[in-house]
């Protein structure tokens, strides 16, 4: 291609090296997980290049990290027929169909039961594309469609960070096609629903329907905004070059050609190691920041693949043992209203009981009225039940077409259904609450569970059955009864030996010793968490400046706005209130001075922030969060220019690589076991 007379030499030099250098950040987030500077850094790279560009439009190339940012819209998908036909995997649901499957390979490998190796992965739901790269470059994207033919969403594929444009390395096949899973994770899909509803749009189901609604756009700059990932999993068409005669190897060489594989991805032998391996993943499932719906075997070898050939739509390789669904169909019995530490009534399913992932499941949320209007949920319908990660099961949506002639609606009641007070609704707000209060015992056994919880007063083996008993058996009414609890009542409790009535009262005991921060968060003042409490905690350092601190004051404290500031002022407003506290401060509730912090020793972290990443040996992030604290420090989640130095365990994340380009000091466990001396 003739050079452009105007454009200097060093230009198209500074592009070129900004390009490999975008590419290689891309590389290191995407496909290594290792990203080596922060977002910001990232964002500065782009912007040098697209201003550039700008300058010299000449330089603009169609695989320029810049261009991912989509264009105009398409009337249509154009179809595409597949080179190779994309199949569809056979399933398993159960160990006996795994076996069979096992059976099934050794006879056509004419073995005896031998162990043979696959290949695992966790199967991603999301939805299969095919990549083709001719020369290096991304010259088509497609979906799987029927199988034989797809639809062409190349211009969408390409906004996608994790598929390469241009392959990286200099052992490029001449046409290589690659195939994999776009999905949406966790995260990424609960912000694109906030985003859908403040726009008046409306909500995705389940992160396959966000992925693939997503990806299905006309318009490919909104799908360049969606939360989107490519993980490849297989080789389709392939020119050119010699591939390794495994497909663990093919896998890795996906890798080195800039595509990014599964993590969990691992070379196993036997079908008993594939159902380990199974339940190893299973375990993992509701840890995992994506969702996936199984796990793949493969065989290993690809001549043993080519002796064991194809059924109809499905290679005999390779087979998808399937989890439990997380979205299952139940009826709704009845919607019951929940009161919760605050007030809120939270509108609860009543499900005919089903098993979803695996847990059987007999109620879930429908978070409030709003929610029940706009999803046309009715007593009596079909409905569709969800659990989905370490979330509550919900009620997504209503199967319409099986609906009952006589389902209702349901009502929110005029009067809270546990002590009988008005319940009302603030203007502008989805929530109804009870006005009860403490009148309230559903508002009192919650106060209670919150107040001895882990991160509050953290009174161990008050358990939330303790409490519900002890507020119906009328032995506690309030937080500041809890440290008038005796022997002899407890002893009483159903299922309470003297021993563990003993280790409650010690704990209680044990509870007294806290800090200002813990017992401010352990009231439970309307939207004052464990951050709040402590910035509280620090400006005020002491309770009794903050009952009387009027809004201005409140005002004046980090994280402390408006509507935080009148729900501390409302607090310490009511009487009741206040004599809870004088009373358990005089029941001997203590915290050290903040004052005095500074001149312990022991407490000689105030004033510093630290982050904490990784695993520590022996610690957990909470234990090691709390001897920080103890000594007056503050633990941040977020790594920034403000933060003293970041703590990092084993395999910490991207917060170490932050920090190195801010020049935030990093420690190692010895470091961290210095500076708590
Ligand atoms: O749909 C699929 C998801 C994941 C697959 C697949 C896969 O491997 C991890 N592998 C094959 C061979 C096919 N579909 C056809």
């Known amino acids: 291609m003739p050079v452009p007379e105007n454009i200097p030499e060093n230009i198209r030099a500074d592009c070129k090296m900004l390009r490999d250098e975008i590419n290689r950040h891309n590389c290191r987030y995407y496909v290594l997980d290792d990203p080596q500077i922060t977002d910001q850094a990232y964002d500065q790279l782009l912007r040098r290049l697209q201003r550039l560009e700008t300058q010299y439009p000449e330089q603009v190339s169609s695989d320029s990290p810049t261009q991912r940012v989509g264009a105009a819209p398409a009337t249509h998908f154009e179809s595409v027929r597949h080179e190779m036909p994309m199949l569809s995997l056979d399933n398993a649901f159960d160990e006996a169909e795994m076996m069979a499957f096992e059976k099934r390979l050794n006879d056509k490998l004419s073995k005896e039961s031998t162990s043979l190796p696959y290949t695992a992965e966790p199967k991603l739901d999301g939805l299969a594309v095919s990549l083709l790269y001719e020369q290096g470059l991304l010259i088509q994207a497609a979906t799987r469609g029927d199988g034989k033919n797809g639809e062409n969403i190349t211009a969408n594929a390409r ?24 999905y949406m994770d966790h995260a990424g899909f609960r912000a694109l629903n906030e985003r859908q509803l403040e726009n008046g749009g409306k909500e995705f189901a389940n992160p ?23 993980c490849s999993y297989g080789i389709g068409v392939i020119e050119g070059d010699y ?8 896998m890795m060489f996906l890798q080195s050609l800039g595509f990014p594989i599964s993590p969990y991805i691992e070379r196993v032998s036997g079908i008993d190691a594939c159902i380990d391996y199974y339940r190893a993943i299973l375990q993992k499932r509701d840890e995992l920041a994506f969702e996936i719906d199984g796990v793949v075997f493969k065989l290993d070898n ?3 693949q080519a002796i064991a050939g194809t059924v109809s739509r499905a290679p005999r390789w390779a087979i998808a043992y399937k989890f439990p669904a997380q979205e299952v169909m139940t009826k709704l019995l009845d919607v019951d209203f929940q009161v919760g530490r605050t007030g809120t009534l939270t509108p609860v399913a009543r499900l005919e009981p089903v098993a979803v992932g695996g847990v059987m499941v007999s109620n879930a949320t429908l978070h409030n009225m709003d929610e029940i209007q706009r999803k046309d949920i009715r007593i009596g319908d079909m409905v569709i039940v969800r659990r989905a990660g370490d979330v509550i099961p919900e009620v997504v949506s209503t199967v319409v077409d099986k609906r009952v002639q006589d389902s209702a609606l349901p009502e929110m009641p005029r009067r809270c259904p546990v002590c009988d007070s008005s319940v009302t609704q603030q203007e502008g707000q989805a929530a109804y609450r009870c006005t009860g209060g403490l009148v309230c015992a559903a508002q009192r056994k919650e106060a209670i569970k919150h107040f001895a919880s882990r991160k509050a007063m953290d009174v161990e083996g008050l358990g939330d059955k303790l409490v519900e008993q002890m507020v119906e058996q009328k032995m506690i009414d309030s937080i500041g009864d809890l440290y008038h609890l005796e022997m002899v009542e407890l002893a009483a409790l159903d299922r309470m030996a003297e021993k563990s009535a003993q280790n409650l009262i010690d704990a209680l005991e044990k509870s007294k010793q806290t800090t200002l921060a813990r017992f401010i968060y352990a009231l ?8 709040t409490a402590e910035s509280l905690a620090n400006h005020f350092k002491s309770i009794e400046s903050l009952q009387e601190a009027e809004i201005d004051h409140l005002q004046a404290v980090d994280d402390v706005g408006p509507v935080v500031a009148e729900n501390v002022r409302l607090f310490f407003q009511q009487p009741e209130n206040r004599e809870i506290v004088g009373g358990l401060i005089g029941q001997g509730i203590h915290w050290p001075s903040i004052e005095d912090k500074r001149n312990n020793s022991e407490l000689s972290l105030v004033g510093n922030t630290y982050v904490i990443t990784g695993m520590l040996e022996g610690l957990g992030r909470d234990e090691a969060a709390a001897l920080l ?11 920034s220019a403000k933060t003293t130095a970041v703590i990092a365990g084993e395999k910490p994340g991207s917060k170490v690589s932050k920090a190195a380009t801010l020049g935030v000091p990093i420690l190692d466990q010895i470091a961290f076991q210095a500076l708590l001396g």
């Open 243 to 250: 591939l390794d005669d495994s497909h663990y190897d093919r």
């Open 629 to 639: 604290k103890a000594r007056g420090a503050r633990v941040s989640s977020s790594v």
């Open 208 to 230: 396959r329907n966000a992925a693939a609604g997503s990806l299905r756009l006309l318009d490919s700059r909104i799908t360049a905004k969606r939360p989107l990932t490519f």
């Open 302 to 304: 690809l001549q043993q």
């Open 159 to 182: 906004t996608l960070g994790s598929i390469p444009l241009r392959l990286q390395t200099e052992r490029i096949p001449a046409r290589i096609e690659v195939r994999g899973e776009v």
């Open 524 to 531: 439970g003042i309307r939207e004052v968490g464990e951050t």
